[in-house]
């Protein structure tokens, strides 16, 4: 628990001196812009990259004579140094808080930090101080205002205004400050010095809590660190039921930067390497690109199994000059295999760098958004073309097994006809095809269930055509790493989960029934 | 200029700008910062016929608010026209060297 600390606005005591000489005053204000440049680079020199790149744009900001021409000129028709400085920022602020677009609307906040950094100059005025480990509560928090306080633990920010695309909205999620934004104007007039705390989950700011919501703040504390606990127990443990039964933990993985920091010991293997990670540069990645990165998580799997799928953009990933743009609904559009059936030249690229790979270690390839046997036969028919191509140039290189992704009914409903080597059930997917509700409307969160019977049935179906037809069959959503979920799977007759590497060691107390009061 | 030996280039160029995010605070900056290494007068337009403003004003260049899937030309005016419109061209193409996350 905090206390409050309500942070008034800025340089609102404009003095009330007349002008004095024109050149005096633009001396003045000249004088105040280079104070903030130094302050503002003094800062910068202490700070992490991403808080640099930000006051770099401030400081540019302030060093171009196009930001302070305005306020020259109404100083040398008479005004004060302070009012035309403001007059001038409070332009350009308006100007960005009019603009259509949120990341220019939030940069208002840059200006207004450079506004008031060279106000307080100018007044010779001290800025308010705030002490450390408050929850803060201001109308909006400059950057460059973040940077000098100290954010121990229990600190918080609460905004009465503010946008999660701001950039002190970035340094607080990188810095693990708790923020709630845009709580209206009305949280400026709760009295600094109560206790406070902020509900992350509701987004809102608790005044004064009673005992009961403090009492339940920190049994949820006390819960988060006993899970923390026991997670550490079990992560290096294999993963086994009560029974003794075991169960394969797999980890779902981005790409080989996130891996170097990972101990391939909480693992039995990858059960997802999300290939997109590959896509995101100017130009399309070329074989010899992929390959190496391929080449970089085998080598960090040893021996484990390793599943990369090829490329799944399209629907909320669009891969620029790869995926079709403006088309109605993306998620039932040319997404996955779709797409890579349509782009042939780029999909064999990519089987070419993962036949390559394959004789580094244990690789294997599933095909994404499979919702027709045809989609399955096209994909390996472009794999057999690759794998003879190889073997007749003498490349090294194997054939890896070729599994699919169960995510779309049609899949899951009528799984016999998919002749793959193994079967992936990709949740998230699922969910939401067989739920028809989009996973990116927030409001529509509550029909997300993986739990649903609907969705667990399709589960359990695969599950038994896995089991009737000896292939593995695994599930690499977002479901299994949720340790309440867990028990509904493994009910499902799961014993292969893929999960992110941060919820390993919950998984694994799950399975083995530690989790349960 | 003004005694006539000077040799005087014009050059222009135009990109399409696929920065994630487009004309941001960060290549804001690097595009400024870039400009102001040249010489030359150089401007910045979203259409062939302006409005033209100074491509190594970051104030100006930030008020242009230029978005995704806008097109950037440039024109330059001196001695380094050409190598500054090609300079400026490469790093919007390059992507002012930012590789984005997400997936």
Request: proline share 5%; charged share 25%; net charge negative.
């Amino acid at each position: 628990m905090s206390r409050l600390f309500v942070l008034g606005d800025s340089a609102a005591n404009a003095d009330i001196r007349p002008a004095g000489d024109p050149d005096q005053e633009a001396a003045s204000l000249r004088r105040a812009v280079g104070e903030a440049i130094r302050q503002l680079e003094e800062v910068s020199a202490t700070v992490a990259a991403d808080a640099q790149d930000i006051l770099e744009f401030q400081v540019a900001m302030l060093g171009d004579d196009a930001l302070t021409e305005g306020a020259f000129a109404a100083i040398a028709g008479g005004e004060r140094a302070d009012a035309a400085w403001r007059t001038a920022l409070d332009a350009q602020v308006e100007d960005y808080a009019n603009a259509g677009d949120e990341y220019f609307r939030a940069r208002a906040a840059d200006l207004e930090d450079l506004r008031d950094r060279v106000s307080d100059i100018l007044s010779g005025g001290q800025q308010q101080s705030v002490p450390a480990g408050t929850v803060l509560v201001a109308r909006d928090l400059p950057p460059s205002r973040f940077l000098g306080i100290d954010w121990q633990a229990g600190s918080a920010i609460a905004l009465a205004g503010g946008s999660p695309t701001s950039h002190v909205a970035l340094l607080a999620r990188a810095r693990g400050v708790p923020m709630v934004v845009g709580l209206g104007a009305d949280v400026m007039r709760v009295p600094s010095g109560q206790e406070a705390m902020i509900d992350g989950e509701r987004g809102t700011l608790v005044v004064a809590p009673d005992e009961a919501t403090r009492a339940a703040a920190r049994s949820r504390a006390t819960e988060i660190d006993q899970r923390r606990a026991i997670a550490a127990k079990f992560q290096n443990a294999p993963a086994t039921l009560p029974s003794g039964e075991a169960v394969a933990i797999m980890i779902n993985t981005a790409g080989p930067d996130e891996l170097s920091l990972l101990d391939p010991a909480i693992c039995d293997g990858i059960g997802l390497v999300r290939s997109e990670f590959l896509f995101h540069g100017a130009t399309l990645p070329d074989e010899e690109t992929q390959y190496q990165a391929y080449c970089r998580i085998l080598d960090w799997a040893g021996r484990r199994p390793v599943t990369i799928r090829t490329l799944d953009a399209g629907g909320d990933k669009p891969v620029r000059g790869l995926t079709i743009d403006d088309e109605v609904n993306p998620f039932l559009g040319t997404r996955g295999i779709r797409l890579s059936l349509l782009k042939p030249e780029v999909f064999r690229v990519q089987l070419r760098a993962l036949c390559r790979a394959a004789v580094r270690g244990n690789l294997k390839i599933m095909l994404p958004m499979v919702a027709t046997p045809r989609d399955l036969a096209h994909g390996r028919a472009h794999l057999g073309a690759v794998v003879s191509d190889l073997a007749a140039r003498k490349v090294p290189s194997a054939a890896p097994q070729l599994g699919i992704m169960v995510e779309v009914p049609a899949a899951a409903i009528a799984i016999d006809r998919f002749d793959a080597d193994f079967y992936s059930i990709g949740s998230n997917d699922l969910t939401q095809y067989v739920m028809a509700a989009a996973r990116d409307i927030a409001s529509l969160a509550d029909y997300a269930d993986a739990a649903d019977p609907a969705v667990l049935s399709l589960i359990a179906r695969t599950v038994e055509h896995g089991k009737r037809t000896g292939r593995e069959v695994s599930l690499c959503g977002d479901a299994a790493s949720e340790p309440a979920i867990v028990p509904h799977l493994l009910r499902a007759g799961l014993r292969s989960l893929s999960v992110s590497a941060s919820a390993v060691g919950l998984v694994k107390a799950a399975i083995a029934g530690a989790l349960d009061r | 200029m003004n005694n006539g030996t000077v040799t005087e280039t014009a050059a222009t160029g135009a990109i399409l700008i696929e920065h994630e995010v487009g004309l941001h605070a960060r290549p804001s900056v690097k595009l400024t910062k870039l400009a102001k290494t040249f010489i030359s007068k150089i401007e910045l337009g979203l259409s062939e016929d302006g409005p033209w403003i100074d491509a190594k004003s970051i104030v100006k260049v930030m008020a242009f608010k230029a978005a995704k899937g806008s097109t950037l030309h440039f024109r330059a005016d001196g001695g380094d026209a050409t190598q500054a419109v090609a300079a400026l061209v490469d790093l919007v193409r390059r992507d002012f060297d930012e590789s984005h996350g997400g997936g």
